[in-house]
């Protein structure tokens, strides 16, 4: 039994986890394209519900209610970062993806075109409540929200606010969709920084992580639906 029991052990340690070799923020990569639908991405596993992206009809109504409800989820992610109730949460302070005060001109933007600006919603204020709860308690899974969070905003965020400006906007672009400096380069300072900051873990403490990509699509899936509510 014991020898048994020590083969195990030692496979367990020895099994390689998808992406593992490049680092840890490729295996939560790996784990979120499996999260897309086949549509979104060559790697995606999902089926898709309902009509495809570019099919569906946003409205300027639908896509404010998107746009103040996704402030909402920055103003609680950069307040969290900066509060740090864990240490390695300022790893993440000025990176240089925050979205908050963009979202902020573009909202002041809408304003000054004559739309009333909505107050948050449902999806967005119980994303918010969730992320803060979360970051007082379980870093790992804090990290997989804030990493899916700006990550899937400067991949297919950009792509979904170019259609979206396309059909109601006269192709404006919205400060949301720029960043100051090379996107690329900003985007790989903080795969270092999550990189560095999951060395620390343990392989537990990492699967725990993997398995939050779920919750965090959920959430953000139900903001992206009110464009089009």
């Given at each position: 039994m014991v020898l048994v029991s020590a083969t195990t052990t030692a496979e367990k340690s020895s099994k390689r986890y998808p992406g593992e070799a490049k680092g840890f923020v490729e295996e939560m990569r790996f784990v979120a394209m499996k999260l897309h639908t086949?549509?979104?991405?060559k790697e995606g596993e999902k089926e898709a519900e309902g009509q495809p992206l570019a099919k569906w009809e946003p409205t300027v109504e639908g896509y404010l209610k998107f746009l103040v409800d996704s402030k909402l989820?920055?103003?609680?992610?950069?307040k969290i970062v900066e509060k740090a109730p864990f240490p390695e949460y300022a790893e993440f302070r000025n990176t240089g993806l925050e979205r908050s005060a963009v979202l902020a001109k573009d909202l002041e933007w809408f304003r000054q075109q004559g739309h009333a600006i909505?107050?948050?919603?449902?999806?967005?204020?119980?994303y918010a409540h969730y992320l803060e709860e979360l970051s007082e308690k379980d870093p790992q899974a804090f990290i997989c929200h804030f990493y899916n969070t700006y990550f899937a905003h400067s991949a297919g965020g950009r792509m979904i606010g170019r259609?979206?400006?396309e059909k109601i906007l006269d192709k404006k672009e919205l400060e949301f969709y720029k960043w100051?400096?090379?996107l690329s380069?900003?985007?790989?300072?903080?795969?270092?920084?999550?990189?560095k900051v999951a060395e620390n873990w343990t392989r537990e403490e990492k699967n725990h992580c993997l398995e939050e990509t779920e919750k965090s699509f959920k959430f953000s899936g139900a903001i992206l639906r009110l464009i089009f509510s």
């Open positions: 086949k549509d979104q991405a989820v920055y103003d609680t992610l950069e909505p107050e948050p919603s449902t999806p967005g204020v119980s259609k979206v400006a100051d400096g090379d380069l900003l985007l790989q300072n903080v795969r270092d920084k999550l990189n």
